[in-house]
Structure formats: structure tokens, C-alpha cells
């Protein structure tokens, strides 16, 4: 693939001039989706050449049996994947029985551009088939917010050099294989296909899971603008249904089909209602027609926009990658369903199952408490508080007791489906990103309500955890958490990483100070919270034994806390010394030679000094951080935007500015080599981090909101929005001062570099 194609551009991902070469990996950049499901931006037309088909319906999964060659008492019993859905995008053309395929066409003037401002993708190009026939092709598509069952394309063909036949074949293909499975089943059973004039529908069943999706096709036709009206031939099998539509068009005319399609699902509907709540939404989506849909579409994204935006001038690639990431953290996911969670793909590939990781507790409620209702947020919490059982379950499997519950490395429904070892079992810190979650929404919305309501109960469940996984190291007098990965999965079954250590201490202490604020505060709930959990005095005591004599490594030569037990024992060669050919190390080096070496996927401390900057000092900070940085490969998707904050907060603004590029620039400059899987969803959220809280110096901190703003050399001026507590701040920065717009009708007080400031109803505040 060629690194440098996406043509930079303020509000579009552009790609000119069609190269074989970045197929896959511009059907990931150019993805789309609306919350409730997603697609590649896969040709409507037929491709004969390397491709990566991909359709996503949210919270529809497979549950793949396990493969692997051994076997332990508690390990998964499945892997969840993300199914890849009936494909109902398919559009294929003939001109004069000849088939459009750009794979065997001679193509030119191929342009193809996803609007984030819209949320509309275009394709157009100029095709002459191996008949000097020659075509000009226009498409356009999108994922419909306003009605999240419907898709549109809009597809037009103009002969250029001849008068001919021309034909289209819309289709449904529900024989759809995934890309990542463990024995290369067909995860489906076809039950119904039905046709009408114009419209087709196949109801589909997942094996085991058994959800029920109807995945529907609805046309219309226009020639020269015009509607027109066509019989049609019909091509069925037992997994796909075709129509065939064919007219003569003149040269210079042009002959389009507007295709309605989607997916209801079983989630959403009763069984027997599914095709018939399609037909419904499809034909709905036909009378206010394509055009009318399109202005929606544009209205709806506006919205989301005026809050959502981060506008930077001087800098056009930063500003097209901050909106790349803001816009597909709102197309994978709305808020609206607190059953879904946002896969580390989204909708974009299957790679990681497409199921739910710590990444939404540790990197996304931050982005989407600030840029929508906080009500979007809650849902994120309340999905974790959904599947408490089941996370007591898991740590059951485990031999954990007393309702100690350990959340799911990876879930779909609340249940670990997991299949590495040394993450399944031993990365357990994401347990810790749990209760920081609630933590960090109470102490941003305000909503205190949420912790005697739902999250006490999730907090008792991890803290029983923490406490049962800690052993008592008589040598060391001190409490230490033994046979763990830590967020560097390039150190596996280490003893004593930090951040899980400190994360555990925290958790307990946390759990403990609400616990008692509960009783004091909000006496119902606390009599039906300790009624429901057994809680006892003496439990409490035992888990405060636990946090109070916590063992962190730590070295004294070089002032830092180590990343785990042992960790200076290994020969600390910088990355900088790494010959660039033997770079990303995961994909050039065995894994026994780098679980020996010193290099850090992403650095574990610095993760810990992130989370909780206010308990260390700058001076403490920077010796981390020029301790670490230096061996840290960041082949972590998670890993640049942490770096970006702190160096930032310790005004080492070039790196700060570097790793942001690289955070926010990883799918469209494809750092790691892997885009053509699909995009990295979840650390985008880490994107917004890294200039709200890096650049922008956003802190939440003891109840106060908090802004130290910065700016790099390379950009004029950068600005973004916020809602806080129900009033929506506007933050503008260039190198002459800062400027703080209230939007709302209430005043807000706010900190800026330790100043306090109260920001009356729409004033604006310049420092």
C-alpha cells in the first residue's frame, strides 16, 4: 500500500487515481456506518480483484468455538465474532452483456471521497472495457442516522463513445463468509426469501446465537432525471436473490438506480415481523426518496458537528485526521441503545471479534460525555452494570468466591470469549478500568446518583476481586499481585506491574470512600446494597489491609516505579537504535525475543500517570516519561495518545505534537501496517484526548474543572466545544492568548493555568 495517498483535505478523505494496490485498505478508511450498522466501502459493482467484503449489524455475533492446541479449566469456551452480515450494497452492471469490473477495465479519472461533514460517500470514475466501450460512473451512499435500518445508493452509468444496452443487477447475497473465522464455518441458516416487483428480502438466522436479521433491497429508476419504469428478470438461489434490469440508453444519457436497503434484526423486532417491518422502513425510505434522505442525512450530521467539531487552522492533515476520528467514534456508536458498546473495529473489519474491550472505560466515556448528552455516557456504564453477573461468572470460573467479579477481556454478552492466555487470564487490570469509568462520569456530569443506583454494587464485585487476587509476600511485608499482563502485552506473566497494582489500591480505596458516603448520604440504598451483597465489616477491614500495604517496584537509582518486578534486568537499549527494517517489532521479531527485550508496546506506568496526574508532581512525571518514552515502540493503537497528554503537561510540546500525529493519523497513514484489517475505532477516542486534554489542558479533577491551554508551533489557532454539566464551553486557542465562550444560559466556573474564572451565560472570557 501506498502510505501517502488519502490527498489531504479540511472535511473529506479524498483518494484520486485507482491503484489495485490500496484496495483493503481504503475499503477500511472509507467506511461508513450510523450507530446501528456498518459497511467497507466495498464497490457496488463486481471486483475480481484482492477485496475484503464487509457488512456489520450492531450486537449480532457468532460465537466461533476456541481453536487451540491445549486446554485449561476456565478458559472460554468461544471467541465472539462480529458477523459479517448479508450484503445487500451489490449493484452489478453489464453494457452490452459486458461486465463492469474495474479488476479487467482500463480506469481513469477514478476519484472516491467520504464526506465526514455530510457523512456521504462518493465514487466516480471513467471506465473503458476490453471492448472500448467507455463509461462514466457516479455512486453515491450512505448509512441513514435518522432511520438506522435503511442505506441509500444512488448509481448511475452515462455511455461516453457509443449507444448501447445497459444493464444493472441489484442483489442480496446472504451466502456471506467471515474473513477471521477458527474453522471456516458458515455462520448463517437462510430461512425465507421473498421478492415483489421491485423489492427482495432474505431472513437469515445465526447458528447458536439464533439471532433473526431480514436483510432488504428496494429499487427505483431514473433516466436523464427522470423516472422510469422496468420489468425485470429474476435470479434466485438458496442464499442470494438478483434482479435484472436492462434499457438502451443513448450516449451522453445517463441511466441511474437508486437502491433502498438495511437490516431489521431480532434485537429490535418480534421474529415474525422482521420482513415485514422492512418492507415497511424500505418503502418509507423510497417516498421520501433519495434526494430528501441525502438533505436528512446532511441536517443530522450537522448537529453532531456543532458540538463534536475540533476546528484547527494552519494545519490541514491534523485537522482532516481530528474529524476522521471524531467522525467515526459517532458513526460506530449513537448512545441510543445501552446494548451495544464500541468494538475496537467498529464497523470497519472483524479483527478482535468486534466485541467490547477496556478501551471504552478507559478511552472513550471521556469523549462521549463531553461532546454529547451525558445520558450516552451512562449507557456505557450501564451496559457494564448489565453484565455484573456474568461477570461473577467468569471470575467463578477462576475459583474466585464471595460475589468477586472479573470483567470480560473481551465480551459480547457479559461472557469472556477471549482465546490468549495470557490476556485472558492474566490481564486483569481491566477490571481497575471499570470502576475508573464511574469514577470519571461522577466526577465530570456530577451525577452521584449513578453510584447508589448501579455502580456500588459493580465496584464491591471488583474490589472483592482485588482482594482475593493480592497475596500476602511475607519477605516483602506487603500485599503483591503475581502471574499478570499489564497493558504492554509485549510482558506477559510478570509479577507486580504497576499500574495493575496501583489501579487495585485505588479501586479498593475508591469503593471504600463511596461506600461510606452511601451509608452517610443515601440510607435505602445502602440497606438494599449490603443486603444484596453479604457485605461485612470485617471484609472491609481486609480489603483496606490490602490496599494500604500494596507492594509497587520501584527503583532508586533511577527514581521511577518499574513496570513490574525485574524490569531492570533488561538490557535497556533505546528504540531509537532499532533499525527502522526491523521495525513494527510484532511483526518482524519471534515473540520470545520480544517478551526479553525492553521495548514496551505501551508504557504501563505512564498509563497509571495518566489516569491520576494529581497525585504526582511534574518533576515526577517528566522522570517517567523520559524514562519510558525512549522504549516505547507504540505498536499499541493506545499508546501515542497517553504520550501526547503528558508531554504536553511537561511542555515538551514537539514530542506532544508528534505523537498526536501519529495518534490521530494511524488508519490514514497506516503507522502499523494494518488498515486493511479495519480502522482503530477506540483510540481515536485517545485522539480527542490528546488535544482536549493534551493541547487543551482539560483536567477534571476534586470536583473542578480545570484548562492550562497550549499550542504547537505548526498550527495558527485550534478550538473546541465541551458540555459540562449541562453548559457547553467553547475553548479557543492561538498564539497571541486563549479565549472561553459560555453557550449555555448558566455560568460556569473554571480554572485556567490556576486562575479562577466564572464565565457568565453567552460571554466570552479572552486571556
Request: hydrophobic share 35%; glycine share 6%.
Amino acid at each position: 500500500m501506498n502510505k501517502d495517498y488519502i490527498i489531504p483535505n479540511e472535511w473529506s478523505i479524498v483518494e484520486e487515481g485507482f491503484h489495485e494496490e490500496n484496495i483493503t485498505a481504503s475499503e477500511s478508511i472509507f467506511s461508513i456506518g450510523n450507530g446501528a450498522m456498518g459497511q467497507r466501502a466495498n464497490f457496488e459493482e463486481t471486483y475480481s480483484g484482492e477485496t475484503f467484503q464487509g457488512s456489520y449489524v450492531g450486537g449480532v455475533y457468532y460465537p466461533d468455538k476456541t481453536r487451540v492446541g491445549w486446554w485449561k479449566n476456565g478458559y472460554p469456551e468461544y471467541f465472539a465474532k462480529v458477523l459479517n452480515a448479508p450484503n445487500w450494497i451489490g449493484i452489478n452492471v453489464n453494457i452490452n452483456g459486458e461486465a463492469l469490473d474495474l479488476n479487467t477495465c482500463k480506469v481513469s479519472q477514478f476519484k472516491r471521497k467520504l464526506n465526514m461533514k455530510e457523512g456521504v460517500l462518493y465514487r466516480s470514475f471513467i471506465a473503458k472495457l476490453p471492448s472500448e466501450n467507455q463509461i462514466k460512473v457516479s455512486a453515491t451512499r450512505f448509512l441513514s442516522l435518522d432511520f438506522d435500518e435503511v442505506g441509500a445508493i444512488k448509481y448511475s452509468v452515462t455511455p461516453i463513445n457509443f449507444t448501447g444496452e445497459v444493464e444493472f443487477i441489484p442483489y442480496i447475497d446472504a451466502g456471506i463468509m467471515n474473513e477471521d473465522t477458527n474453522y471456516d464455518e458458515f455462520f448463517w441458516e437462510i430461512l425465507q426469501i421473498e421478492e415483489e416487483e421491485n423489492e427482495a428480502y432474505i431472513l437469515s438466522k445465526t447458528l447458536k446465537t439464533e439471532f433473526q436479521v431480514s436483510t432488504g433491497m428496494r429499487m427505483t429508476f431514473a433516466l436523464n432525471d427522470f423516472e422510469i419504469h422496468l420489468d425485470k428478470e429474476v435470479e434466485k438461489n438458496e442464499k442470494s436473490i438478483a434482479f435484472k434490469y436492462k434499457t438502451n440508453v443513448k450516449q451522453g444519457d445517463t441511466f441511474t438506480i437508486y437502491k433502498y436497503g438495511g437490516y431489521t434484526q431480532s434485537m429490535n423486532h418480534p421474529n415474525e415481523e422482521l420482513i415485514f417491518e422492512c418492507e415497511k422502513v424500505l418503502q418509507k425510505a423510497r417516498i421520501i426518496g433519495f434526494d430528501n434522505l441525502l438533505l436528512k442525512q446532511k441536517d443530522a450530521w450537522e448537529k453532531i458537528w456543532e458540538t463534536a467539531d475540533i476546528v484547527i487552522k494552519g494545519d490541514v492533515k491534523a485537522q482532516q485526521a481530528i474529524r476522521f476520528n471524531i467522525f467515526q467514534l459517532n458513526q460506530t456508536y449513537s448512545g441510543e441503545d445501552s446494548r451495544l458498546n464500541i468494538g475496537p473495529k467498529g464497523f470497519t473489519g472483524e479483527k478482535y471479534g468486534g466485541s467490547t474491550y477496556w478501551d471504552t472505560e478507559a478511552y472513550c466515556i471521556p469523549f462521549y460525555m463531553s461532546t454529547k448528552d451525558k445520558s450516552v455516557a451512562k449507557n456505557l456504564l450501564v451496559y457494564r452494570y448489565n453484565h455484573l453477573d456474568r461477570a461473577i461468572e467468569n471470575a467463578e470460573k477462576l475459583g474466585f468466591k464471595n460475589g468477586a467479579a472479573l470483567y470480560p477481556m473481551v465480551t459480547m454478552n457479559g461472557e469472556e470469549c477471549h482465546n490468549e492466555w495470557e490476556i485472558t487470564f492474566e490481564e486483569i487490570h481491566r477490571n481497575g478500568a471499570m470502576i475508573y469509568a464511574i469514577y470519571n462520569y461522577i466526577n465530570y456530569t456530577g451525577d452521584y446518583n449513578y453510584i447508589p443506583e448501579f455502580g456500588m454494587e459493580v465496584m464491591i464485585a471488583i474490589s472483592r476481586f482485588w482482594h482475593q487476587r493480592a497475596t500476602f509476600s511475607k519477605a516483602k511485608n506487603q500485599y503483591v499481585i503475581l502471574g499478570v499482563t499489564g497493558p504492554n502485552e509485549y510482558e506477559n506473566n510478570v509479577n507486580n506491574n504497576y499500574y495493575t497494582n496501583y489501579l487495585a489500591k485505588w479501586c479498593i480505596e475508591y469503593t471504600l470512600e463511596n461506600l461510606y458516603i452511601i451509608k452517610k448520604k443515601y440510607g435505602d440504598d445502602f440497606k438494599r446494597i449490603i443486603k444484596k451483597t453479604n457485605i461485612e465489616e470485617l471484609e472491609l477491614k481486609q480489603w483496606k489491609e490490602v490496599a494500604d500495604k500494596m507492594y509497587f517496584p520501584y527503583s532508586e537509582e533511577e527514581e521511577v516505579y518499574l513496570q513490574q518486578d525485574g524490569f531492570l534486568d533488561k538490557e535497556l537499549i533505546p528504540v531509537s537504535e532499532l533499525p527502522k527494517s526491523e521495525r513494527p517489532i510484532n511483526q518482524k521479531w519471534s515473540w520470545d525475543r520480544i517478551l526479553r527485550s525492553p521495548y514496551i508496546k505501551q508504557a504501563d506506568v505512564l498509563q497509571g500517570i495518566y489516569f491520576f496526574e494529581n497525585r504526582f508532581s511534574n518533576k515526577e512525571i517528566e522522570k517517567h516519561f523520559d524514562f519510558y518514552e525512549p522504549l516505547t515502540v507504540h505498536e499499541s493503537s493506545l499508546s501515542p495518545c497517553v504520550h501526547s497528554i503528558l508531554a504536553a503537561k511537561i511542555d515538551k510540546m514537539e514530542k506532544a505534537y508528534e505523537m498526536y500525529l501519529r495518534t490521530s493519523r494511524l488508519d490514514l497513514d497506516d503507522y502499523n501496517h494494518e488498515v486493511h484489517e479495519g480502522l482503530h475505532i477506540t483510540s481515536m477516542a485517545g485522539t480527542w484526548l490528546s488535544i482536549v486534554q493534551g493541547f487543551g489542558g482539560m483536567r477534571n479533577f476534586n470536583d473542578e474543572l480545570t484548562f492550562a491551554p497550549q499550542i504547537p508551533k505548526q498550527w495558527k489557532s485550534y478550538s473546541f466545544k465541551i458540555n459540562y454539566r449541562g453548559s457547553t464551553i467553547k475553548v479557543y486557542k492561538d498564539h497571541k492568548g486563549c479565549k472561553f465562550t459560555n453557550e449555555s444560559d448558566t455560568p460556569v466556573d473554571i480554572i485556567v493555568h490556576g486562575k479562577s474564572i466564572t464565565v457568565s451565560s453567552k460571554e466570552l472570557v479572552m486571556l
